[in-house]
């Protein structure tokens, strides 16, 4: 299972993003997260395979890729919601 976190580098929203990854990793360090820059070429076909049409968007993926939970308010979920995901 994996976190992906779906970010736009030049969106006032980086640094809600900035903020959530460096809080959650100091208190779960052993919970990685995958941050995608949408505006990459790879992050772009990752974003459209998702669907994803807000930044940021944040999805709990299983190891087949297929969604297990997704936050796409345009916000970012609470910690404990992403860690239950993160640690599985």
């Known amino acids: 299972m994996k976190v992906l ?3 736009r580098q030049n969106d006032e929203t980086h640094r809600a993003v900035d903020e959530f990854v460096r ?3 100091k208190q779960y360090p052993d919970a990685p997260l995958t941050l ?3 505006d990459s070429v790879e992050g772009s076909e990752q974003a459209q395979i ?3 049409m807000q930044y940021p968007t944040v999805i709990a993926a299983a190891d087949d890729g297929s969604t297990l939970q997704r936050w796409d308010s345009g916000i970012m979920p609470l910690m404990n919601e992403v860690s239950y995901y ?3």
């Open 5 to 7: 976190i779906f970010y």
């Open 23 to 25: 809080d959650f990793s």
């Open 36 to 38: 995608i820059e949408a």
């Open 50 to 52: 998702y669907d994803i």
């Open 86 to 88: 993160a640690n599985q």
